[in-house]
Structure formats: C-alpha cells, structure tokens
C-alpha cells in the first residue's frame, strides 16, 4: 500500500509511490493514443491556410522540429527517470527554482491539451446530433475519461491498443478512398509533391506559423517520459526508446496522411476550418465518410486521446506535489489502484472549466497549448546541455551538445511563428509562475524526494 508520507529534511520514511507494471510496447501505445492517428484531421483546416497549402512541409518540419525534442528526452530519462517529466529534468539539473517554472509551463500544456480534445469531441458530436451543446458532451467526456484513468495504468494501456488498432484501419481505408477520389479527378488529380513545396506559395513565416500549429499533432511523446516511475524492472533504457519509436512511427503516417488529403484540399473551399476534415470527406467520398469520420472521433478517437492526456498530466502534478511545489495533497496514490487520484481529480476539473470556456475558440486554444509545450521542451534542451555538458564535461559531443543545440534553435524559430494571443497568455502564466516561484522559494520549500 502506497503511503502519503514524505521524506522531509533528516526525517522519516518513503515518498508517494507509483505501481511498476509498464513495459515497451505499453508505453508506444500510450504515446501513440495520447498522439492519436487521427491527429492531422483537427487541424487540418487551420495548417492547410497557415501554410498556403504546403501541409507536407509544415508536417515533415514538425517531425524534424520534435526530433531533437525526442532525443533529449530519451537522453534525460536514461538517467533521470521521474514522472515529473522536464520538471524534474530541470529541477535536478538546473535547480530548485528553474525546475518549478519549467514544471509551471508544460502544465499550461498538460492542462490544457485534454480541453482542446475535449472540444474537438464537442464539435465532431455535434455535426451529428446539432441539437445538443457542446458543453453537455464536454462533461460527459470528462467523466467517462477519468472513471476508466480512475482504475490503473494498466487498464488504460489496454484500452489504448484497441483505440490505435481502430484508428489506424477506419483511416487507412479513408485514405484508400481519398486516393480513388484523387484519381478520378477531384482535387490536384493526382498524389502529386505540391503539399510538400511550391515555389509560388512558399513563405516561411507561414511556414514556420503552420509547423507551430503541427507540432500540437506530435504532442504526446513527450508524456510518455510521465510514465517513467511505473516502468517494469525500471530498465531506464525502455522509455527512450519508446519515445522515439512513437515520433518516428506517427511521423510516417501523419505525412502519408497529409500527403493524400493536401492533394484533395485543392478542390474545395473550407467553411469551417475546424470542421474542414468533415467537410472534405463528405466532398470527395460521399457524406457517409463524414458521418463514419466523426462518430470515430467522438466515440474512439476523443476516449482514447483524453485517457493518456489526463493520464499524463495527473503524474505532473503528483510529482509536483511530491516535492511541495504544489499543494501536498495533490501527491495522494489510491491505496488500491496506486493512481495519482487527487492530482488526476483536480486537473479534470480544470481543463473542464477551459474546454467550457474555449468551447468556440479551437485555434486560439490550439497555440495557447504549443506555448506550454514549446516553453518545456526550451528548459529540456538547457536541462541536457547543463546536466551533462557543463556538470559531467561530457565528450558525447552529439548527443549532449549538438541535439539540444539544435533543439533550442529550431524552438526558437518556431516561437517565432506563435500568434499574439498565444505569446500573451504564455507571458501571464510564465509571469505568475515566476511570482510563485519566488513565493516558494522565500518559504524555503526544498526538494523532498525525487526517485532515480
């Protein structure tokens, strides 16, 4: 039985402890559900304008963009394997206080992924059934994914194989008749290179504007360095290989995908950018297509994706509150199901208040939440570069310097691309995090207990 007593100072016992029942190909599918097949088609309409139709492009420079990322998570969970993720990287890194901001920022993209997957729910529910508001299927998506997070990791890695295998066939056979659709003369006629580079649309301030919005489609093998404590045999090797054996295997798919839907786009105008993967089956194969992509993702696609999302997101806060960085009962395991149930209640809570909010805003929400991601993955790049080039003078020259180098200059080129309104609320959270930090820090919480 898990205990809530921490290490505190030169006392007692054992920190808050997580079940140990994961192995390789239970982490792939955890970041492949959290990712989702599906991905590309919620923000299909919106990448396809941002881009002047380069969808490829925007698509194969996420991938690049999130390699390095990869890497360096794979190279700090080898030595740090925590379920803080890049708060603990950071915090064992960098120190006490840059690890809380870094852990503060990627919360803004933890928190508020499962809201974004939660309107896409919303929206895909009521192109079905108009009658009913978005808010109603909110909250009951929030229900159902934490009643199933509620009973282990090990039920929800059993649910996620089943909503990757049903993903990967309704899609490829939508792909199949995306292609005849191609073939017998809607949209460019042909799988031709166009979605991948056009000199005559090409600008790369669109282009990087366009890969920012991609790399939401990414987002998920990061969280599987959440996942870290609850490895079985605690082989710290095992989740850096996942992590990059899920980006390299949804980077193939989501550019087979791109490359036959960049190809139909050409004959349609998009009404609604949010809807625009409904609007484009209904167009180029029939609207049983439509009906059937949709009902996929409210019923198989929206369970799936928030299950990992909340999953992931309640670990974060536990080891936050772990180590008093949060409130302490935020670190409480279920006796009998060893789940972080106090953080995974209170984050359900939250991006259900933002999925209500934001119900008719999915782009704004969309940048808002690469912001928090971006914004952790910076701290990453600096954690690996100070762990082990500037502590450990590492002689690992491409591993330890050249990847998150490049990693740091390829996230900076992508910020650049940001909207306002994300570099705006980024700015608030970043600026009351720091106000708290600084708070903890004048109280003197130290580091508790951080298992290696």
């Known amino acids: 039985m898990a205990t809530e007593t921490a290490i505190m100072g030169s006392g007692a016992v054992s920190a808050p402890k997580l079940k140990r029942s994961l192995r390789y190909w239970d982490l792939v599918l955890y970041g492949l559900a959290y990712i989702s097949p599906f991905a590309p088609l919620s923000t299909l309409g919106f990448v396809w304008s941002e881009s002047n139709g380069l969808i490829v492009l925007a698509y194969v420079l996420g991938a690049v963009c999130m390699y390095f990322t990869a890497q360096s998570y794979a190279t700090m969970t080898e030595t740090l394997p925590t379920a803080g993720s890049v708060y603990g990287f950071a915090r064992h890194s960098l120190g006490v206080f840059p690890g809380f901001i870094a852990g503060w920022m990627i919360l803004l993209d933890y928190l508020l992924i499962p809201a974004f997957v939660y309107v896409l729910i919303a929206v895909a529910l009521e192109s079905l059934l108009p009658g009913v508001d978005r808010g109603i299927w909110i909250v009951l998506m929030v229900a159902m994914t934490t009643g199933v997070n509620w009973f282990g990791i090990t039920v929800t890695s059993r649910a996620n194989f089943t909503a990757v295998a049903l993903q990967v066939i309704i899609l490829v056979g939508f792909l199949i008749l995306g292609v005849f659709a191609l073939y017998a003369g809607k949209g460019n006629g042909a799988l031709t290179l166009k979605p991948m ?52 295997l949804s980077a193939i798919f989501f550019v087979a995908v791109t490359w036959v839907l960049g190809n139909l786009l050409p004959g349609i105008a998009i009404k609604d950018q949010a809807a625009a993967a409904y609007e484009l089956a209904a167009w180029a194969t029939g609207p049983w297509t439509a009906v059937v992509l949709a009902w996929a993702y409210a019923g198989i696609v929206g369970l799936s994706n928030a299950l990992p999302m909340q999953a992931g997101v309640a670990r974060v806060v536990f080891a936050m509150g772990r180590d008093r960085q949060l409130p302490r009962i935020l670190a409480r395991v279920h006796p009998r199901y060893h789940t972080p149930y106090m953080g995974m209640l209170v984050t359900a809570a939250l991006s259900l208040a933002v999925a209500a909010y934001m119900k008719n805003r999915l782009d704004d929400l969309a940048s808002i939440v690469n912001f928090g991601a971006l914004s952790g993955f910076l701290f990453l790049h600096i954690s690996v570069l100070a762990y082990f080039g500037v502590k450990r003078r590492s002689a690992a020259w491409i591993r330890h310097w050249l990847v998150p180098i490049c990693g740091i200059i390829v996230v900076l080129a992508v910020f650049s691309g940001m909207s306002a309104l994300a570099v705006k609320v980024g700015s608030v959270w970043l600026a009351v995090g720091v106000v708290y930090g600084l708070v903890l820090k004048a109280k003197h919480r130290e580091e508790i207990h951080v298992p290696l």
């Open 197 to 248: 580079f056009d000199a005559a649309t090409f600008d790369a301030g669109k282009i990087f504007s366009a890969t920012s919005i991609c790399i939401m489609s990414f987002l998920g093998f990061d969280a599987v360095s959440t996942l870290a404590e609850e490895v079985e045999g605690g082989d710290r090797r095992v989740v850096g290989r996942a992590i990059i054996a899920v980006l390299v």
